[in-house]
């Protein structure tokens, strides 16, 4: 599996963002898709998480509320929308698919895009 994120950019604080990131390969429904950020001098970390068929969504804390991880089977893109932005969601975010060992831990993928900056203003 190939995964190719973009959507990125530069944003004020409390507006959004659309991440997508498109994935090669025919057994793209059957994996776990995760959407992960790393900050400058920070460990990367988990944001959001969708199943396989797409019935069951996870965040983290930091994000709930606020970001919308979806995907598209027949087009092979999972998607992560991001609304009421702030300043420390300032990072690169990676896509990343797993063959659904687990959701939050890096580990479990096998799989990574190349990473999208998304830069949040004050």
């Known amino acids: 599996v190939q995964l190719q994120a973009s959507g990125g950019g530069l944003v004020q604080a409390g507006g959004s963002l659309r991440l997508s990131c498109a994935a090669s390969?025919?057994?793209?429904?059957?994996?776990?898709m995760g959407w992960f950020r790393q900050a400058p001098g920070k460990e990367r970390e988990f944001a959001a998480a969708?199943?396989?068929?797409?019935?069951?969504?996870y965040y983290a804390s930091a994000v709930k509320g606020r970001f919308t991880i979806s995907r598209d089977n027949a087009k092979n893109t999972v998607y992560l929308q991001m609304n009421s932005l702030k300043p420390e969601d300032t990072a690169v975010y990676y896509c990343?698919?797993?063959?659904?060992?687990?959701?939050?831990?890096?580990?479990?993928?096998?799989?990574w895009g190349q990473g999208t900056q998304v830069t949040v203003s004050s």
């Open positions: 990343a698919a797993n063959p659904g060992r687990g959701y939050r831990n890096r580990y479990d993928y096998d799989y």
């Open positions: 390969g025919s057994t793209f429904s059957s994996y776990t």
């Open positions: 969708i199943l396989w068929g797409g019935g069951f969504t």
